[in-house]
């Protein structure tokens, strides 16, 4: 069994990328910081963002002949409706360290991103070869750049993953949901707990077997999102990461129109 080239690159960058993250003691974390999540704020987030995709956007789409339109007209609401309850509370954000928040999360993704794309590439490897299967069918999110790409709802859509996506996903799962499990779990079983979840929430039947490299890889990387979050003790770092990340994707699928990660 041949590994493609790609694997064993990202195998290489990872190890020497943990090699120096653990040099400059990255992993560790000072201290636990709890914030004051109950059920009720838990649920109205959740029921937010559910709620307006399941009643809301049927409505937006009665009016609106673009899908591409109406996804981002409910994203801009989610958006500010989530920044307007981020900044009455004052939650999950510490402006007094905005700016080291800010690089930890864009160099966090130097180590991230060879990691996550060994894994997702190594699964994909090994389900192509176990179910002799040439073309695993792309993520979704992939289709969407693709009914989009040299049109000019493609800015739209890029606007979405990289701004909005991480935004709304973070206060969701790594603000809300994490922080809330920490009212009973150690942090680590948290981040576990909610990492979980937020692979199961990436879920669609049309990705078919992809689903596998998919969610896993998402599984990783919202268990690094989650361990981010406990070290900065902000949200910031998380959403840049994920922003970043997600960035490199869609400069990947522009410049070699060919999919090496996941969102």
């Known amino acids: 069994m041949k590994f493609p080239t790609e694997i064993i690159v990202f195998f290489c960058f990872s190890v020497l990328a943990i090699i120096i993250a653990a040099k400059y003691n990255f992993f560790y974390i000072e201290r636990e910081k709890k914030i004051d999540i109950n059920f009720k704020e838990l649920f109205v987030v959740f029921f937010i963002y559910f709620g307006s995709n399941i009643l ?9 002949s673009s899908n ?4 981002f007209t409910l994203n801009l609401m989610v958006f500010i409706v989530f920044s307007i309850i981020i900044f009455k509370k004052k939650l999950f954000f510490n402006l007094s360290n905005l700016k080291k928040d800010i690089k930890v999360g864009f160099f966090s993704c130097f180590l991230a991103f060879p990691i996550f794309m060994f894994i997702f590439s190594i699964i994909n490897f090994v389900i192509e ?14 289709e969407y750049l693709k009914h989009t ?9 890029v606007i979405i993953i990289i701004l909005f996506a991480p935004f709304i996903e ?10 809330f499990l920490k009212n009973y779990f150690s942090y680590k ?3 576990f707990i909610t990492s979980f979840l937020f692979s199961i929430f990436h879920f669609s039947n049309s990705q078919k077997i992809s689903n596998i490299p998919i969610l896993i890889t998402l599984f990783f990387l919202g268990s690094f999102l989650g361990f981010l979050f406990e070290k900065q003790k902000s949200l910031t770092s998380p959403i840049v990461l994920h922003a970043t990340f997600n960035s490199l994707n869609i400069l990947n699928f522009i410049l070699l129109k060919k999919y090496l990660g996941v969102f």
């Not at 179910?131 to 999110?141: L, S, W």
């Open 56 to 64: 809301i956007y049927p409505l937006i789409n009665k009016f609106i």
């Open 68 to 71: 591409i339109i109406s996804s």
């Open 129 to 142: 070869e176990l179910f002799k299967i040439k073309n695993i069918p792309n993520q979704v999110a992939i």
């Open 149 to 157: 790409y040299n049109t000019p709802y493609f800015f739209l859509a």
């Open 170 to 179: 973070e206060l969701l799962f790594r603000g809300f949901l994490q922080s």
């Open 189 to 191: 079983t948290s981040i």
